[in-house]
Structure formats: structure tokens, C-alpha cells
């Protein structure tokens, strides 16, 4: 008997959580702005494509208007702070760079904010951008690509910053378990299907 409690609609939901932290920088002229975001998604390998959620009420949004590149950094798990701190306060009312202390460097393609805590940055150039519900999508092609070797191995990160959902942060578990085609496929000649 199936155990899963059903809701007809939901208001806010965390049950695909949890889901790697993205801070979002942007620049116009001298200001700069950084934003937490849980949500954010890979587009395409061909042309390569990222997609950022931002709320029109955020300051991010107002800045991101202004200009036509944005960069996506993600953190290791030791810099949680980081990410409540440009997540829980707005441009608006503080400059984030000078309260927290922030360090940064120009993209090397865009003029766009990489953080130096970043494990991981995408350099994007917005190519689209569209309304669903009550956020805006931003689609950035990815132009350039900046990482730390020491936090990943094949492209993985244990160390990344994931996001739990109601202001509560995470990562990765020590184990990892490839399971891929090949997998399958031998699984499959076991069963003789």
C-alpha cells in the first residue's frame, strides 16, 4: 500500500531539495551585487546553457535589467555564511561587497563578479529571459569557466554547497556510486532479459 501523503496544490515545497547553492553576481558601472539562489539549472551542453530564477522584487533583478551577463559561483560547504549573508539582505539597503567583506575579480570574457570563495564560477551572457509564475528566467551562455582542481575530481564536488531547503545548508555524502550504462546493461545480462 502506497504510504505518500498527497496534497492537491502546495504552497512552498522543498521535496526536491536539496540543491546546490548559486550566487549570482552582477555588475553595472562600479556597483556590485551578489544574491543567493537555490534556483538555477544546466539548459544545454550545445550551446552551453545555465538558467537563473530571480524574483522581479529582488535588487539583483533591477541590476540584471541594466546589463546583459551575470555569473553563476558556487561555494564549498565551509562558506555557508557567505551564501545567507548575500541571501538574506538586500542590495538595496547595504552594499554586500564592503558589509561582508566580499572579494572579487573581473570575469575574463564579461565584465562580471567572480568571487574568490568560489570552488566553481560560469562567466554568462544572456541570450533569453522570460516570465513563469512569480519569478524570471535568465538563460546565460556559458562564455568562459573558472574552477578550483583541489574541490573536484572528474568534474564532482563532495565539498559543494547545497542548499536543505528553509535556510538550512548541506553536502554531498562521502560516498559516491556510479551507476551508468554500462551498469545497467551488465545488470540486464544478469537477469537474462
Request: with cysteine; net charge positive.
Amino acid at each position: 500500500m502506497n504510504q505518500l501523503t498527497f496534497e492537491l496544490r502546495s504552497g512552498k515545497y522543498y521535496y526536491h531539495y536539496p540543491f546546490p547553492v548559486a550566487i549570482i553576481g552582477v555588475k553595472v558601472d562600479e556597483k556590485v551585487n551578489f544574491m543567493s539562489a537555490a534556483w538555477h539549472t544546466q539548459l544545454s551542453f550545445d550551446p552551453p546553457l545555465y538558467g537563473i530564477l530571480i524574483s522581479p522584487k529582488r535588487y539583483t533583478n533591477e541590476l540584471i535589467k541594466q546589463t546583459d551577463a551575470f555569473s553563476v559561483n558556487f561555494l564549498k560547504f565551509e562558506d555557508y555564511k557567505i551564501a545567507g549573508f548575500v541571501g538574506r539582505t538586500s542590495g538595496k539597503d547595504l552594499d554586500k561587497v564592503k558589509t561582508f567583506e566580499l572579494k572579487y575579480f573581473d570575469g575574463k570574457v564579461l565584465p562580471v563578479p567572480v568571487l574568490e570563495n568560489a570552488i566553481a564560477c560560469y562567466e554568462c551572457k544572456i541570450v533569453d529571459q522570460k516570465t513563469y509564475g512569480d519569478h524570471i528566467l535568465y538563460v546565460g551562455e556559458i562564455v568562459g569557466i573558472h574552477y578550483d582542481k583541489t574541490y573536484y575530481d572528474n568534474g564532482l564536488s563532495k565539498s559543494l554547497l547545497l542548499y536543505h531547503g528553509n535556510d538550512r545548508y548541506t553536502y554531498a555524502l562521502n560516498k559516491s556510486i556510479k551507476f551508468g550504462k554500462e551498469e545497467v546493461y551488465n545488470e540486464l545480462s544478469n537477469k537474462k532479459v
